[in-house]
C-alpha cells in the first residue's frame, strides 16, 4: 500500500535559518508527491507538487523539494524561514487516476524571532 | 474562480443527533472529495464522486455515513445518530477530470458533545 511518512512531528527553527522538512514515501507504481500547508483553523493549501516532470519542484513563498527515487524521499525546504511560515505541513501521495490523496501525520512548523 | 466553499465552518450537537454539511466545489469541477481530519493528524479519505456518480467509499464510511451530490455540483455528507469520535474537521476537495491537484475548502469543524 502506498503511504508516507514524515518524520518529526514538531520542527523548530529560528527567523532566517533554514527550514527542512522530512518525507518519505512508498509506492509501488510512480508516484503523485505533493506538500500542502495548514493555517489554524483553515483548509489546505497546496504548496507544490511532484508531477514525473522535473525532481526539482519549485513552489509558492520560497518553498521547494526534490524527489528523489533513490531515497524514496520528498523533503520540503526553505532558506529563510520567515514568522508568517508557521503552520502546520503535510505530505501527500497520489495515484494514477488521482482518486484519492494518503496524507502524513505532519509536522507542525514553529518559527522563533 | 471563487475557491471550494464548505458551510457551516463550526457545528456544535449533542450525541444522536443528525447533521448535514454542504460543500460547493470549484465551478466546472467534476471531481469531488470527502476527508476528515482529527486532531494532530492528517486528513484521511473518506469518499470521492466523478460528476455526481460516488465511485469510491472508504471504510471509516460507516453506515451513519452518507454523502450525495445530486446534480454534480456541490455535494452533501450527513452523519445520523452522531458520537463523540464523529467529532472532526471535515475537509471537502474539488479537482477537474485528469487534473491530479486537488483543492481544498475551509473545511467544516465539528464537535459533538
Known amino acids: 500500500a502506498q503511504s508516507v511518512t514524515q518524520l518529526g512531528s514538531h520542527v523548530s527553527v529560528s527567523e532566517g535559518a533554514l527550514v527542512l522538512l522530512r518525507c518519505n514515501y512508498s509506492s509501488s507504481v510512480p508516484p503523485y508527491l505533493f506538500w500542502y500547508v495548514q493555517y489554524p483553523n483553515q483548509g489546505l493549501q497546496l504548496l507544490l507538487k511532484y508531477t514525473s516532470a522535473a525532481t526539482l519542484v519549485k513552489g509558492i513563498n520560497g518553498f521547494e523539494a526534490e524527489f528523489k527515487k533513490s531515497e524514496t524521499s520528498f523533503h520540503l525546504t526553505k532558506p529563510s524561514a520567515h514568522m508568517s511560515d508557521a503552520a502546520e505541513y503535510f505530505c501527500a501521495i497520489g495515484f494514477t487516476g488521482f482518486q484519492k490523496l494518503v496524507f502524513g501525520t505532519g509536522t507542525r512548523l514553529l518559527v522563533s524571532p | 474562480d471563487t475557491g471550494v466553499s464548505q458551510d457551516p465552518r463550526h457545528k456544535i450537537t449533542k450525541r444522536g443527533q443528525n447533521v448535514t454539511f454542504r460543500c460547493d466545489p470549484i465551478s466546472e469541477h467534476n471531481r469531488l472529495y470527502w476527508y476528515r481530519q482529527t486532531l494532530g493528524q492528517g486528513p484521511e479519505f473518506l469518499t470521492y464522486?466523478?460528476?455526481?456518480?460516488?465511485?469510491?467509499k472508504s471504510r471509516l464510511l460507516s453506515d451513519r455515513f452518507s454523502a450525495e451530490r445530486p446534480k454534480g455540483s456541490f455535494s452533501t455528507l450527513e452523519i445520523q445518530r452522531t458520537e463523540q469520535g464523529d467529532s472532526a474537521m471535515y475537509l471537502c476537495?474539488?479537482?477537474?477530470?485528469?487534473?491530479?491537484?486537488?483543492?481544498f475548502g475551509p473545511g467544516t469543524r465539528l464537535l459533538v458533545l
Open positions: 476537495a474539488s479537482s477537474p477530470t485528469g487534473q491530479e491537484t486537488q483543492y
Open positions: 464522486f466523478q460528476n455526481e456518480a460516488q465511485l469510491e
